[in-house]
């Protein structure tokens, strides 16, 4: 499992430490209005602990998967990215999604796109994917900021099966990736 260092952040494995931290997010409802069904779930320690075991495993399988992102200065655990397949929408598999939340206090201070852009970069010039999508609600702009703001672009709408909520799916492949990055681009420390 890698771990990526940003001007303001650590992305490193979870830990046990981010089992509370991550319960506490998942269960503010304005965190879960855009993800599964919309409800958020009730503070539960169990099923966050299960998402920190799963995310380890799946590093292990994959290669890829998720990330604690952590604010260097406080050391606070401020939410996760992960490069994920997204199971939920059989329809554009195979697929490499990648996404992110973050815990509220969090919000609008260009965290995500920090973190996301050093994910995806990861993904697709270290890791060598072909392909990067990520997939939001329609209504999710937040995140449709951040897709934009790390360059990937719009490519088509769908319905989630199992919710039938409307959704944006969005990409980029290597290849555009290199060719929007002229070398400049701040290399994260992998
Ligand atoms: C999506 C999320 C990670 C964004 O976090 P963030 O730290 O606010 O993101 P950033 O600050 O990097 O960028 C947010 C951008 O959205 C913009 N934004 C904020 N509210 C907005 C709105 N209502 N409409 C459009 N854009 C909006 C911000 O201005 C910012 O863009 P800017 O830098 O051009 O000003 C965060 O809102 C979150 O965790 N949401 C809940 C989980 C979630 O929905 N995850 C994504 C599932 S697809």
Known sequence: MISLTTERLLLRRPTEDDID??????????????IGDGSASPFDRDRAAAVI????????????????????DTHQFAGWVALTVPAFLPEILPA?????????RHWGAGLATEAAGALLRYGLIDRGLDRVVSVRHVDNHRS????????????FDA??????????????????YVRDHD????RPHV
């Open 144 to 155: 449709k900021r951040v897709m934009d703001k790390i360059g990937m672009r719009f490519g």
């Open 53 to 72: 075991a799963r995310a380890q495993r799946e590093w292990d399988e994959r290669g890829f998967g998720m990330l604690s992102v952590v604010v260097r």
């Open 96 to 104: 490499v999604e990648i996404g992110w939340r973050l815990s509220r």
């Open 183 to 186: 070398g400049s681009a701040e």
């Open 21 to 34: 931290p991550l319960a506490a997010m998942d269960a503010d409802p304005e965190v879960m209005r855009y």
């Open 159 to 176: 319905v989630v099966p199992a919710t039938g909520r409307p959704a944006a799916v969005h990409e980029i492949t290597r290849a555009e």
